[in-house]
């Protein structure tokens, strides 16, 4: 089994193609568990016509962090893949990709390419098609790691959960936790799913800006 964890916000628009193509991956065992954050659009009755555990997280309780937290507390296997309502993985062989980077017992968690869709603006196209490459790779120290389209296992996020209580990147901060205590992520590129916005969500200053104090504080904890 595989569970995926989707977190959700006012997805009516995406989120009936990113279930549609969960579902009809080429591994079919699967645990779907939805965490949505009061979204006051359809996006709910289109998660209902779909098998997914649903979790509700409120505007006071959000932070990132901590609705993957409870995605993952209530999933049933060991292997987790990540994702937001608005990312549709782009083929059958999105789960296959993200487990195979599992090889070796160090890597604890792998991450994938993300690839723009055709209405997606060129700023954010240049942003996902220059961040995201097209060969494998293993991190040791790199602790880059986007939980737009990211598999990690249980057992370590047991141990080691995801921040609670920064305001964005809680992935990178998890793939630096996790390399301190010796561990590995993995790039895997032929897990791809496509994102209609970059992961700086174009020219938007104000997440830019706390994203790069969030990036700067976590490097800082490195050193």
């Not at 060129?122 to 098609?129: E, F, G, H, I």
């Not at 992935?171 to 916005?197: L, N, T």
Request: glycine share 6%.
């Amino acid at each position: 089994m595989i569970s995926v964890v989707i977190r959700t916000k006012n997805e009516e628009r995406w989120i009936g193609r990113c279930l549609s193509a969960v579902f009809a991956q080429s591994y079919k065992n699967l645990d779907v568990v939805i965490v949505d954050n009061e979204s006051s659009d359809r996006t709910l009755d289109i998660v209902s016509d779909f098998d997914c555990t649903l979790i509700t997280i409120s505007d006071k309780d959000f932070t990132f962090g901590r609705s993957l937290n409870w995605g993952i507390y209530a999933a049933k296997s060991d292997f987790v893949a990540i994702t937001s309502g608005h990312c549709i993985p782009s083929d059958d062989q999105w789960l296959v990709g993200l487990l195979s980077g599992f090889g070796d017992p160090k890597i604890v968690g792998t991450y994938g390419r993300q690839e723009p869709l055709p209405d997606t603006s060129s700023y954010d196209k240049r942003d996902l098609w220059t961040t995201f490459g097209t060969e494998p790779k293993v991190q040791a120290q790199d602790f880059f790691f986007h939980n737009a389209n990211s598999m990690i296992k249980k057992e370590i996020w047991s141990q080691i959960p995801f921040d609670e209580e920064i305001s964005g990147v809680e992935d990178r901060d998890w793939a630096r936790k996790v390399q301190a205590k010796g561990y590995k992520v993995a790039y895997e590129p032929s897990a791809s799913v496509f994102h209609w916005h970059g992961i700086h969500h174009g020219r938007n200053e104000e997440r830019s800006a706390r994203v790069a104090k969030v990036i700067e504080w976590i490097g800082n904890r490195s050193t």
